[in-house]
């Protein structure tokens, strides 16, 4: 059985359908990607899947429905969204962004370790802690956000867009983590418009075009696509 | 006497009372952008009950010491106020959460004047007077003189202060508080529950005014169904000061609006030959507010600009 399973998932803005119905599933442990031009409703596939927006559809997490559930208990029950554009809280110190991120776990020890954690797999905010969360450059909050949600000890991880805006050696230092964190055995969805790197590094994609996923299968066979090399890798 | 240090100690006091309000006033608007104009008439609430359960008591247990009384009615003007407040936000604000920025602001000017005529129902158009029960000693400072109770309304006032900086600080409550004022979204993508969030504001925010609205009655003598609505066009002037959204600002801007206020009302007669007497004192809260909206519109301690509404 699938950790998430989504089913038809539909999601509108007044009159605008962003999302038309999206079959989509993650298996326990799997990286698997979304991928898609900007505006395809990527990021509003994610919103729906943690109730930051309605949607019609079924959302499954470990068996449990998730649809009509507050955005909050979604949270709570170990879904982490890391949204586009990071959401750090810039008047917050990096320490306590990363506190916010254990807001709902009670076991003390538990946190601790995932802190030092954090803080072995970025060093930078290991050095930063004190600094509020607004001044630190754009990879650095990129950072944050992932170590942050880490600090949920989350069965999944929703990525959306992590690479956006970064240098490139920024870019594959994030990507490196996603890869490592993956090995450690969290469950991760991945949206991104660089295709290229998020076929590479994960197992399954899915392809999404004006609301609908319109291509889907291992990331190997969709790299060698020559309708995706077109589209989506530049060729 | 030093009219100077007098007016600095008179003003010192009324400012702490100040303070406490704009508090209110800047932890909402920080989290909801709203300016919850009924949050002066909270405070009057909270002087009028404390006023009536003081009469009670007064009626039932003539013996008891003073301070015990005004405790008494401290300790249940709080709870009352925070209930007020709780009930606010659920039924009037929170159904508006998503309704463009002028409906709630019309909703909480409903909600203000719905408040003073309960209370003029309830507690009649007349000044309630404050009994003179409490400890009145004089003491010399500096060549002017303080009360025992403008000592405990400043002590008291720095300690709450105190407290809810250190709740705001450093708890797990305040530091939620703080990540809902950045983000509503974000703040829930980490489990807060941000409804919750909004309600525990409203509810400490209006514990403070009823602390207030007891000092202050105290401090005038008397309580009366209209008091909140100058006492909280003050204290929102004084947030605006302070930068509104701002915690520490708020606190900075009630202490200075008050020492502005008293310095005023003690040499606006020299300044204008006689013109203009010291009842003038309170055009000096409106005459900040204006100069503050046109000169830095973001307070002194404010990063954002309040530029709607
Ligand atoms: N809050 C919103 N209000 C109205 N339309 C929106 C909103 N968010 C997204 N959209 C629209 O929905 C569509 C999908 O957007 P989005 O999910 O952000 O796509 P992607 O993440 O793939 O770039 C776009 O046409 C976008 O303009
Ligand atoms: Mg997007």
Redesign the interface.
Known sequence: MSLLEVRQLKVAYGGIKAVRGVDLTVAEGELVCLIGANGAGKSSVLKGL?G?VQHGGEVRFAGERLTGR???AI??SGV??V?EGR??????TVA?NL???A??RRDRTAVNIDRQRVYELFPRLAERRGQMAGTLSGGEQQMLAIG?ALM?GPRMLLLDEPSMGLAPLMVQKIYETITRVAGEGVTILLVEQNANLALHVSQRAYVMESGEVTLHGASAELMSNPQIRAAYLGE | MDIFTQQLINGLVLGSIYALVALGYTMVYGILELINFAHGEVTMIGAMVALSVIGLLMGAAPDLPGLMVVLAGVLVAIPACMLLAFAIEKMAYRPLRKAPRLAPLITAIGVSIILQNAAMLIWGRQYVSFPRILPEARHELFGAHITDLQIAIVALSLLIMAGLWLLVQKTRLGRAMRATAQSKEVAALMGVNVDRVISATFVIGAALAAVAGVLVSAYYGLAHYYMGFLLGLKAFSAAVLGGIGNIAGAMLGGLLLGVIEALGAGYIGDLTGGFLGSHYQDVFAFFVLILVLVLRPSGLLGERVASRA
């Open positions: 943690v930051l507050p955005t909050h949270a709570a982490s969204l949204p959401g750090i809280f810039a008047r917050l306590e506190d916010m991120g807001f709902v942050r949920s």
